[in-house]
């Protein structure tokens, strides 16, 4: 990965009468990065990546793929490909004349052309399917052939619609796993549409969360989770317990709030923060709250009743009610201690880390 | 209670649907049947085998001569159908714009019409306009008839097609005109051969319409017409349907299978019509 | 996702990359429809048009007089031929659209819910007929009712009457057995795909909730298909009322529709406003009668609930 830009999307809006699908979005996208558009549906990611690939045309702004404007230029002329969310694999070809499509139009020698027709196979690890029928492969073998077909022509930029979608959750992990490796070694710029958080954090050296036409935050998959920029990015990528608090103070950096449950509180200063009327929202994550055991105390920690448990296999939720707080507090706990065991009424007391409470706009 | 009713009711559908495809069939099967009868008239108990109307019918001029003008505004009006189906069929499946219901509603309107009416009110502007009739005139008429028919069809090609196919085609370089040729058209090509094929039999077949607007040159259907008066003639023209049945079954059944290949091809389902 | 999902209106490639999306596919999808829609517009719309002026102008031999006048509909709805043949040809069209739809039901039903993996090949058998000429398929009929047809001689042959009868042709219940005969397998196809459209989970729902298999049907499948029986009976009764080749070969003086003078108007007749005006009435009063049906099935629907 270099710092050289790859994408820019620069002040791209996308209406459609008078609904913005995408509203002055601007990104940058480094070359070889694995990055992710994540949001809802009809947050525009898929407007954004169609757009990139020329599929549509912004009503403003610029869209730049390797320093070159893309404006006029039409899909089949621009140096991305596409993995579609439905694959598109061209039902009436078979599997080698799916992946070679688009390298006859190159009109490279025969046998340059299955050179790399295979050669794309074997990276996908389809060596051997070349003379499968489109109709007779799997939805894991579409998606791959689909890639194949893709990657042949060495665009600058790979395009991923929802590839995974499809797929049923087993298979979807594993195509995490081998889409990532596969991004690696080839060193191609990829850009993911997904709408799944965990495959998002799971694949990407950084993300892009949209909501409602806009991108909220581009970060890395572990700044995006820890450190979300407001309450929608926050609840979008897990769960979260949110606290109202009152600054009582600034430093360079960092403000110090007042919450009713947690005291006063030193944390970092939220990004694109302008504090209004002197409150905010501090949030922690379930994970981040541990149960405190028998006699183990720890330097910061609330306590509380269990009012309610749900239990997951290897996790146990426990809803808590803590005096002070507005609303309860969610505890995601490992079961390896017997937190499947506690029983609902139970007093209980929480250890948190002041450094896992983090501050975000509304 | 409830099993008894329930076996009774699955013993009985499917016997009644044989005794209807026996309706549908029965009289349809009694041409071919006399029409190798050895009887100048269709009376039972057959009188012996003979393929002597079948012979009668290769001499006889008038009967070629109908039967290539109905060739010709058949292929014709298979032609035009298909051609002004297609672009219908797509726009229809393909694009959302005001007024599609009605435009396709009209476009269909002669499935649910008395062809009576049709035939006559084309008849009244034809004449208006100061063509003479022809089979320029039936042809006309007969595209009318064979749209809803092609547009059906078409649309049943059409349906499924993802529309991500022709994009990936240009996401991969292709051209606009590339894409047409290798991915458009390789996947409606069987829906468009079934729709010449259901149109031209449609034409070949069609009687009201080619009776209104036809002038001194005959459809195989107006001959017909013209011969049943002449009891006399029945034997051959009893050779003469068999040959249209057999013709149009085989035409119908092929179309069948075309467009179902286009139909696997687009991965959507449903029979001709549904 | 899909795209459509994401943007929340469909995304089409931009041809025209400077011209807003919607008029984009606006314009291209009037543009590809609209060969086809003159054509029709032309040859269809436009001719009915032309048929209803005709039908308030007069014809003075072969001039036609533009004076507008209700003449024609006056002819038209008194005088006593026309008005028994409009009565009649309604009287069939009305009996053979119920017949078709009351034999073709149980075999949609059957194909529908017993097909199986052949729902496709049954379809296919039953549709083929109807590709069959249809002038040779009335054809069929005459000889089969007539003096020396199939039926008499059969009968006279296995001793059953002595001789020949003249009952079985040329009469109203001749016409109405070859038509239904002629659109018996048309009428299968909207019942059909309504059928096919019943979630098969609500009969089970129903069965459920306690009804027997024949309250299950009343209640449940026969509401739910009943827009496939409406379309079924208005696809065979509006086209079956101007029905002209029927009544020619197998209905003799008693079974002639007004299709037949329909024609005469246009041919030794000369009269086309009187044959427009006839065409309008029929147009009309099917339209009407239609209506009614169409009424009726759906408040026979709402009771069954």
Not at chain 2, 245 to 262: K, M, P, Q, Y
Request: overall charge neutral.
């Amino acid at each position: 990965m270099s710092d050289r830009p790859m994408i820019e999307v620069r002040d791209v809006t996308r209406s459609y009468g008078n609904f913005k699908a995408l509203d002055n979005a601007s990104l940058t996208i480094r070359e070889g990065e694995f990055f992710s558009l994540l949001g809802p549906s009809g947050c525009g990611k898929t407007t954004l990546l169609r757009m990139i690939a020329g599929f549509d045309t912004p009503t403003n702004g610029a869209i730049l793929i390797d320093g070159q404007k893309m404006a006029g230029i039409p899909a089949n002329r621009r140096p991305t490909n596409m993995v579609f969310q439905s694959y598109a694999i061209f039902p009436h070809l078979n599997v080698e004349q799916n992946v070679g499509y688009g390298l006859k139009r190159l009109r490279l020698e025969k046998a340059e052309e299955k050179r790399r027709v295979d050669e794309a196979l074997a990276q996908v690890e389809l060596g051997g399917l070349g003379r499968r029928g489109a109709g007779e492969l799997s939805g894991g073998q579409r998606q791959r052939v689909a890639l194949a077909r893709a990657l042949v022509m060495r665009p600058k930029v790979l395009l991923l619609d929802e590839p995974l979608s499809a797929l049923d959750k087993k298979l979807r992990e594993q195509m995490q796993v081998e889409l990532r490796h596969l991004q690696q070694s080839v060193g191609i710029t990829f850009v993911l549409v997904t709408h799944d958080q965990y495959e998002a954090l799971a694949m990407s050296d950084r993300i892009a969360v949209m909501f409602g036409g806009r991108i909220a935050q581009v970060d890395t998959p572990k700044q995006v989770y820890q450190r979300p920029v407001n309450r929608q990015v926050a609840d979008f990528l897990g769960g979260m317990n949110f606290v109202r608090a009152r600054i009582v103070g600034e430093a360079e950096g960092h403000i110090v709030v007042d919450t009713p449950g947690f005291g006063q509180v030193r944390a970092e200063r939220p990004r694109q923060f302008a504090p209004s009327n002197g409150s905010a929202t501090l949030g922690i994550r379930p994970e981040r709250l541990r149960v405190l055991w028998d006699e183990e105390t720890a330097k910061h920690q609330v306590s509380g009743t269990v009012v309610d448990r749900h239990y997951f296999g290897e996790i146990t939720h426990l809803v808590v009610e803590i005096p002070g707080f507005e609303a309860p507090l969610s505890v995601t706990e490992t079961n390896n201690f017997g937190a499947d065991d506690i029983p609902v009424g139970a007093p209980i007391r929480l250890a948190y880390d002041p450094d896992a409470l983090v501050a975000m706009a509304d | 209670m409830n099993a008894v009713l329930r076996r009774a009711a699955i013993n009985w559908l499917p016997a009644y649907a044989a005794l209807y495809i026996l309706f549908l069939y029965g009289p349809v099967l009694l041409l071919p049947l006399f029409s190798v009868n050895d009887s100048a008239t269709p009376t039972l108990p057959f009188a012996g085998f003979t393929w002597k109307w079948y012979e009668q019918l290769w001499g006889n001029r008038e009967m070629i001569n109908a039967a290539w003008n109905s060739v010709r505004v058949g292929l014709a009006a298979a032609i035009l159908s298909t051609v002004l189906g297609i672009c219908g069929a797509r726009a229809v499946t393909r694009y959302r714009f005001a007024g599609k219901r009605a435009m396709s509603g009209l476009i269909m309107a002669p499935l649910v019409l008395p062809e009576i009416i049709v035939a006559i009110s084309l008849l009244l502007v034809l004449l208006a306009f100061g063509m003479s009739l022809s089979l320029v005139t039936v042809t006309l008429g007969h595209v009318l008839i064979c749209l809803p028919y092609s547009m059906v069809v078409l649309m049943s090609g059409f349906e499924g097609f993802d529309r991500s196919l022709e994009e990936a085609s240009a996401d991969l370089g292709e051209t606009a005109f590339g894409t047409f040729r290798r991915v458009t058209l390789p996947m409606v090509a069987p829906a468009i051969l079934a729709s010449l094929l259901v149109s031209f039999t449609i034409s070949f077949d069609e009687f009201i319409v080619a009776f209104f607007l036809s002038g001194t040159d005959p459809t195989l259907p107006i001959y017909i017409w013209g011969q049943l008066r002449f009891a006399s003639r029945l034997p051959a023209v009893l050779a003469l349907g068999t040959i249209m049945l057999i013709g149009s079954f085989l035409l119908v059944t092929i179309a069948e299978l075309l467009r179902r290949r286009a139909v696997a091809r687009t991965k959507t389902d449903g029979g001709l019509f549904v | 996702m899909t795209a459509a999902a994401d943007s929340a209106r469909p995304v089409e490639p931009g041809v025209l990359p400077r011209r807003s999306f919607l008029q984009g596919e606006q314009a291209q999808g009037l543009a590809l429809i609209s060969p086809t829609f003159l054509y029709a517009l032309i040859l269809l719309l436009l001719p009915i048009l032309v048929v209803i002026a005709h039908s308030f102008w007069t014809q003075d031999y072969l001039t036609i007089d533009r004076t507008l006048t209700l003449e024609n509909y006056r002819e038209a709805l008194t005088e006593p031929m026309y008005r028994d043949l409009l009565m009649r040809s309604m009287a069939i069209s009305f009996a053979v659209s119920v017949a078709t739809v009351l034999l073709a039901y149980p075999v949609a039903y059957f194909i529908s819910f017993h097909g199986g993996r052949h729902k496709n090949l049954w379809l296919f058998i039953i549709m083929v007929p109807f590709w069959t000429s249809y002038l040779l398929r009335v054809m069929a009929w005459k000889v089969i009712l007539g003096y020396q047809g199939v039926l008499n001689t059969g009968l006279v042959g296995v001793g059953i009457i002595d001789e020949p009868s003249n009952a079985f042709l040329y009469n109203t219940t001749a016409v109405v057995i070859a038509l239904t005969h002629a659109w018996a397998a048309f009428a299968i196809l909207p019942i059909y795909v309504a059928l096919e459209k019943v979630d098969r989970s609500l009969l089970e729902a129903a069965r459920d909730l306690g009804d027997g298999p024949v309250r299950t049907f009343l209640r449940v499948t026969l509401p739910l298909s009943m827009p496939g029986v409406i379309a079924a009976l208005l696809i065979v009764m509006i086209p079956t009322v101007g029905d002209y080749v029927t009544p020619r070969l197998v209905g003799g003086t008693e079974g002639v529709m007004i299709a037949n003078a329909i024609q005469a108007q246009f041919g030794r007749a000369a009269n086309w406003p009187l044959g427009a005006a006839l065409s309008v009435t029929t147009m009309v009063a099917v339209s009407a009668m239609a209506l009614v049906a169409v009424f009726i099935l759906r408040a026979a629907a709402r009771l069954a609930r």
